[in-house]
């Protein structure tokens, strides 16, 4: 199995910048594509960034230029580097992996981590 567990979710202001960190283990070789989701009180889930295991990378029209997803293969976690940040931001932010095993298609998710972006 592939374990998640994300980290870095906290208070910040209008303007400021936050990184958040999603750390996987287990069947690492397995895992395919790792992506970032945010969640606002009221709202569908909806995709912030993805990175898949090429290292091709894939952000949401609100986000971009305002984020970067990057891997970290040593430490085995993808980490999501958010700047200038809006009041819209604020959501519960998940990390979700997919990987493979035995030909079937799997996605895993982290518990969460909350940001709210003061104004």
């Known amino acids: 199995q592939v374990q998640v567990a994300e980290s870095g979710g906290g208070l910040v202001k209008a303007g400021g910048s936050l990184s958040l960190s999603c750390l996987f283990s287990?069947?690492?070789?397995?895992?395919?594509?790792i992506g970032w989701y945010r969640q606002a009180p009221g709202k569908e889930r909806e995709l912030v960034a993805e990175i898949d295991v090429g290292g091709t990378s894939n952000y949401a029209d609100s986000v971009k230029g305002r984020c970067t997803i990057s891997r970290n293969i040593a430490r085995n976690t993808v980490d999501l580097q958010m700047n200038s940040l809006k009041s819209e931001d604020s959501a519960a932010y998940y990390c979700q992996v997919g990987y493979w095993r035995g030909g079937v298609a799997y996605v895993r998710w982290g518990q969460g981590t909350e940001v709210p972006v003061s104004s």
């Open positions: 287990g069947r690492i070789a397995d895992i395919n594509l």
